[in-house]
């Protein structure tokens, strides 16, 4: 795994983001190739499955790391660096977002709403599942589960970007793996 | 003894985030304590969710949606670079420019699906030895040694035999005429399919780590070693010869200690577990019982001639007995348990009656020491085979 990271880290690295920093634009698409999945996917599950706000906060996102990016100076892991901004501005557009919804309503969840016809298949109707009550963590449970599940990161590299200590985000992963076990004990069938 | 409990370690304990010495603490205290065992057991339940978690697609327009954005911020942004090149200057520069996308993409693909795959999990396989013979994974003979991957069965003939190296958590010993199926392996469960044959296996690893899958039943290992046939028609023999095996189908579950055995019967499920001292009439009468469904009218005599042949430690097969009779018959079952280790505070005969499960939990801690010293073998065990690894890591 660390060797995989430092050979993606060495791609980004070397070819990719000193271009970025001189304002090459060609690179700047292959370094939003790289992490436009990865983004977004974050974005999704932070908005409830949302994902027209999970549209607009990725573009916020790489318009931001186009300016932005001049500053990395490398002291930290770039990956370390972007997730950082990922996440903050996740919990950013949520806490603006939040001022215009009524006490006690949370973020709306449109992953239900949609019947695709692939849901009859058993696999997608527990990951749909998973996705939701993922997305019904709080914050600081489903951000360390989204670096841990979604960018395969490790606690250390978790630890680094949220800003806290390695014992904190076992802690959090702990408890969202606890979480999700609870609400969904019932598909125990279907995983184990 | 008492150990601190391991709750708030069990999700980096599953995760390899531990050092090999906390690593080690943790699987020590999961043999010993059954409430950290079913927080072991929760947090495995929430890996596996949230391993469906899937990486969705950015939608495919997010580029040209961004195009224009990026070049407005561009027209802005101070110049560092003595070449600024536009977004699109020639055909080559296109072409080059996907070819680049494309060969990063993939690269990224790959080494996406290998960093996401932990360092404990090498290629989603087993090593196989040969032992005698020449063993077969799929279609292929093996020599020396051998892979055996995610689906893929290994087959003994009459003459071969075979061992298999469970990742850093035990050994399965393949005896011959026996066919086996690697089905799962991964941090949290590793799992063989036994279609038939025999197989031994000596696992040091925590609870429920490792399965078998049989036609009758799945046994999923509580450390340490036993072994498990399957005959022709599916029907198999487990035999534990040290800490606890559990055989379960359905909602019926059998908990086998080490002396002990069990049998199962395709579309009955596990039989009822039986130490394989007890005496023949014993053995014979609880098979009549588990699997003989014709004989409802003799069922009474039968049970009286096994609970005439129950000895103090017997009381392994009468326990899980109380679940698998009604009526008189469980009152009889209760009467004989009793007679051996009366029921401790807040077990009444009404609540076991009606299979309370707290009460019948609570039973089954008073009888567990004359089944077996549980805590001291299986730690005992515990700590010889992590000298064991420590030292084979050593070297």
Same mark, same amino acid.
């Given at each position: 795994?660390?060797?995989?990271?430092?050979?993606?880290?060495?791609?980004?690295?070397?070819?990719?983001?000193?271009?970025?920093?001189?304002?090459?634009?060609?690179?700047?698409?292959?370094?939003?190739?790289?992490?436009?999945?990865?983004?977004?996917?974050?974005?999704?599950?932070?908005?409830?499955?949302?994902?027209?706000?999970?549209?607009?906060?990725?573009?916020?996102?790489?318009?931001?790391?186009?300016?932005?990016?001049?500053?990395?100076?490398?002291?930290?892991?770039?990956?370390?660096?972007?997730?950082?901004? !990922?996440?903050?501005?996740? +919990?950013?557009?949520?806490? #603006?977002?939040?001022?215009? *919804?009524?006490?006690? $309503?949370? &973020?709306?969840?449109?992953?239900?709403?949609?019947?695709?016809?692939?849901?009859?298949?058993?696999?997608?109707?527990?990951?749909?599942?998973?996705? !939701?009550?993922?997305?019904? +963590?709080?914050?600081?449970? #489903?951000?360390?589960?989204? *670096?841990?599940?979604? $960018?395969? &990161?490790?606690?250390?590299?978790?630890?680094?970007?949220?800003?806290?200590?390695?014992?904190?985000?076992?802690?959090?992963?702990?408890?969202?793996?606890?979480?999700?076990?609870?609400?969904?004990?019932?598909? #125990?069938?279907?995983?184990? | 003894?008492?150990?601190?409990?391991?709750?708030?370690?069990?999700?980096?304990?599953?995760?390899?985030?531990?050092?090999?010495?906390?690593?080690?603490?943790?699987?020590?205290?999961?043999?010993?304590?059954?409430?950290?065992?079913?927080?072991?057991?929760?947090?495995?339940?929430?890996?596996?969710?949230?391993?469906?978690?899937?990486?969705?697609?950015?939608?495919?327009?997010?580029?040209?949606?961004?195009?224009?954005?990026?070049?407005?911020?561009?027209?802005?942004?101070?110049?560092?670079?003595?070449?600024?090149?536009?977004?699109?200057?020639?055909?080559?520069?296109?072409?080059?420019?996907?070819?680049?996308?494309?060969?990063?993409?993939?690269?990224?693909?790959?080494?996406?699906?290998?960093?996401?795959?932990?360092?404990?999990?090498?290629?989603?396989?087993?090593?196989?030895?040969?032992?005698?013979?020449?063993?077969?994974?799929?279609?292929?003979?093996?020599?020396?040694?051998?892979?055996?991957?995610?689906?893929?069965?290994?087959?003994?003939?009459?003459?071969?035999?075979?061992?298999?190296?469970?990742?850093?958590?035990?050994?399965?010993?393949?005896?011959?005429?026996?066919?086996?199926?690697?089905?799962?392996?991964?941090?949290?469960?590793?799992?063989?399919?036994?279609?038939?044959?025999?197989?031994?296996?000596?696992?040091?690893?925590?609870?429920?780590?490792?399965?078998?899958?049989?036609?009758?039943?799945?046994?999923?290992?509580?450390?340490?070693?036993?072994?498990?046939?399957?005959?022709?028609?599916?029907?198999?023999?487990?035999?534990?010869?040290?800490?606890?095996?559990?055989?379960?189908?359905?909602?019926?579950?059998?908990?086998?200690?080490?002396?002990?055995?069990?049998?199962?019967?395709?579309?009955?499920?596990?039989?009822?577990?039986?130490?394989?001292?007890?005496?023949?009439?014993?053995?014979?009468?609880?098979?009549?019982?588990?699997?003989?469904?014709?004989?409802?009218?003799?069922?009474?005599?039968?049970?009286?001639?096994?609970?005439?042949?129950?000895?103090?430690?017997?009381?392994?097969?009468?326990?899980?007995?109380?679940?698998?009779?009604?009526?008189?018959?469980?009152?009889?079952?209760?009467?004989?348990?009793?007679?051996?280790?009366?029921?401790?505070?807040?077990?009444?005969?009404?609540?076991?009656?009606?299979?309370?499960?707290?009460?019948?939990?609570?039973?089954?801690?008073?009888?567990?020491?004359?089944?077996?010293?549980?805590?001291?073998?299986?730690?005992?065990?515990?700590?010889?085979?992590?000298?064991?690894?420590?030292?084979?890591?050593?070297?």
């Amino acid at each position: 795994m660390e060797q995989a990271a430092a050979m993606t880290q060495q791609i980004i690295d070397g070819r990719v983001i000193v271009a970025c920093q001189q304002g090459d634009s060609e690179a700047f698409r292959l370094l939003f190739e790289a992490y436009k999945d990865k983004v977004f996917s974050i974005a999704v599950y932070s908005f409830g499955g949302d994902r027209s706000v999970a549209d607009d906060v990725t573009q916020q996102i790489f318009l931001k790391l186009f300016t932005a990016i001049r500053k990395f100076r490398g002291e930290a892991e770039f990956t370390t660096w972007l997730y950082r901004m !990922v996440v903050n501005a996740c +919990l950013d557009e949520r806490r #603006r977002r939040r001022r215009f *919804l009524p006490w006690g $309503e949370t &973020m709306p969840s449109k992953i239900g709403e949609k019947k695709p016809q692939e849901k009859q298949y058993a696999r997608l109707e527990i990951a749909e599942a998973v996705r !939701v009550a993922i997305s019904e +963590l709080k914050p600081k449970f #489903r951000l360390p589960i989204l *670096l841990k599940y979604v $960018e395969g &990161m490790s606690y250390e590299e978790i630890a680094n970007v949220m800003g806290c200590a390695k014992g904190t985000v076992a802690s959090r992963l702990n408890r969202g793996h606890s979480e999700l076990a609870r609400r969904l004990a019932h598909l #125990r069938g279907e995983v184990s | 003894m008492f150990s601190k409990h391991v709750t708030k370690d069990l999700s980096a304990y599953c995760q390899g985030e531990l050092t090999s010495e906390e690593s080690r603490q943790v699987a020590e205290h999961l043999i010993s304590c059954t409430k950290c065992r079913e927080k072991f057991e929760e947090i495995k339940l929430g890996i596996k969710l949230a391993e469906q978690l899937p990486q969705l697609s950015a939608p495919s327009d997010l580029w040209q949606q961004l195009r224009p954005l990026l070049e407005n911020q561009q027209d802005v942004r101070p110049q560092t670079a003595t070449r600024t090149k536009s977004f699109v200057t020639s055909w080559q520069t296109q072409f080059a420019t996907i070819a680049t996308i494309v060969l990063v993409i993939t690269s990224l693909g790959i080494l996406w699906r290998y960093r996401s795959r932990p360092a404990s999990v090498p290629q989603g396989s087993w090593e196989v030895a040969r032992v005698d013979g020449t063993p077969k994974i799929g279609a292929t003979g093996i020599s020396n040694k051998g892979n055996l991957a995610v689906g893929q069965w290994l087959e003994t003939d009459a003459n071969s035999r075979a061992q298999i190296a469970v990742e850093s958590i035990g050994q399965v010993e393949i005896d011959p005429n026996t066919r086996v199926r690697l089905l799962q392996t991964q941090p949290t469960e590793h799992r063989l399919e036994l279609a038939h044959g025999k197989m031994s296996a000596r696992i040091w690893a925590p609870p429920r780590l490792f399965f078998v899958d049989t036609p009758s039943a799945v046994a999923a290992d509580l450390g340490c070693a036993y072994t498990l046939e399957v005959d022709d028609a599916g029907a198999s023999l487990l035999r534990v010869t040290a800490g606890w095996v559990a055989l379960e189908l359905k909602d019926r579950e059998s908990m086998v200690p080490a002396g002990a055995a069990c049998q199962t019967r395709r579309g009955i499920g596990p039989g009822t577990p039986y130490f394989e001292d007890a005496s023949e009439n014993f053995r014979q009468s609880l098979a009549k019982i588990d699997f003989d469904q014709n004989m409802p009218a003799t069922r009474r005599a039968t049970l009286d001639a096994l609970i005439a042949e129950s000895r103090k430690r017997d009381t392994l097969t009468l326990w899980h007995l109380l679940a698998r009779v009604e009526g008189n018959d469980r009152v009889r079952v209760y009467e004989a348990i009793a007679g051996f280790v009366p029921p401790p505070e807040g077990v009444s005969r009404e609540g076991v009656m009606q299979l309370d499960q707290q009460m019948l939990q609570l039973w089954r801690d008073k009888l567990e020491p004359s089944w077996s010293d549980r805590t001291a073998v299986s730690k005992a065990m515990a700590e010889a085979f992590w000298r064991l690894r420590t030292g084979s890591e050593e070297r």
